[in-house]
Each structure stands twice: as structure tokens, then as C-alpha cells.
């Protein structure tokens, strides 16, 4: 596994969480967004030490408290940018550039 933190796991505040599989990110088209989804959930103390301990949590609908799109490459919301190129770096976070 790489030490790159985005291909070991999720960063969140901080946090760095493994995780076990990652779908494969689309190669960077100059000029388009790559939308991705973030979901904000609800951690009790107990799952947050076993997520920081490396074990794997689920999560579901019952602790999801949001939900935004925006674009990997220039970070802003998909309600502001999507009918506009995509300015992000023309960075391929698979590991190429
Ligand atoms: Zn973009």
C-alpha cells in the first residue's frame, strides 16, 4: 500500500482511516471536473477509537448528517462550477502527472 495518504485511506480532519478497496478515479481530462460525493456520519466514542484503531466500521443512512458534491481537482461545489471548465491542477491522483 502507498504512503500517499489519499490511496492509504480517507483524510477527514485530520484523520487518516484505511481502508480496504478504492475504486479506481478516472484519469484527468484538462478542462473537466472529476465529481466526487463526501458523506459526513456521526461517530459514538466507541466508533470513532475502533475507526483510529484500523478497524473497519460501516457506516449507514441512521448516522449519515450530510452529503455534498464537488470536484477532486479544483475543490468547489458542483452547484458553483458545473457549467464551467474545470480550473483544478491537471494532477492525476493515481500517481502520475
Ligand atoms: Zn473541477
Not at 8 to 31: L, N
Request: hydrophobic fraction near 30%; charged fraction near 25%; charge should be negative.
Amino acid at each position: 500500500m502507498s504512503d500517499d495518504p489519499i490511496r492509504m485511506g480517507i483524510r477527514s480532519t485530520g484523520e487518516v482511516a484505511k481502508v480496504e478497496q478504492f475504486a479506481p478515479m478516472p484519469s484527468k481530462v484538462p478542462g473537466r471536473h472529476r465529481w466526487i460525493g463526501i458523506a459526513s456520519h456521526t461517530l459514538t466514542d466507541e466508533t470513532a477509537r475502533r475507526a483510529h484503531e484500523g478497524a473497519t466500521v460501516k457506516f449507514g443512512v441512521q448516522t449519515l448528517i450530510g452529503f455534498s458534491i464537488g470536484c477532486l481537482d479544483c475543490e468547489e461545489p458542483y452547484e458553483d462550477v458545473f457549467t464551467q471548465r474545470c480550473r483544478g491542477p491537471e494532477f492525476d491522483w493515481n500517481g502520475s502527472q
